[in-house]
């Protein structure tokens, strides 16, 4: 008969293994999500500097004052 599997040192060994690079790897991953909302609030604020631009610029073409 062929015995045909993993021993248990392999298994442990794997395990391990896996548990450090998941260590390692967390923390990146966790910091992409601060980074993203980071990068979702510049992007809004970006679009309402844009937004203002726009209306001021309506405004002076429609003869408006836009100091007001």
């Known amino acids: ?8 040192i392999e298994l ?4 391990t293994t896996l548990g450090i690079l998941a260590a390692v790897a967390a923390p990146r991953f966790i910091d992409l999500s601060s980074d993203a ?3 979702v609030i510049q992007n809004i604020s970006g679009n309402l500097k844009t937004a203002i631009k726009f209306t001021v610029l309506k405004d002076q ?3 408006g004052n836009s100091d007001s």
């Open 1 to 8: 008969m062929k015995n045909s599997g993993f021993t248990l």
């Open 61 to 63: 073409i429609a003869g």
């Open 12 to 15: 442990v060994v794997v395990i």
């Open 37 to 39: 909302k980071a990068s």
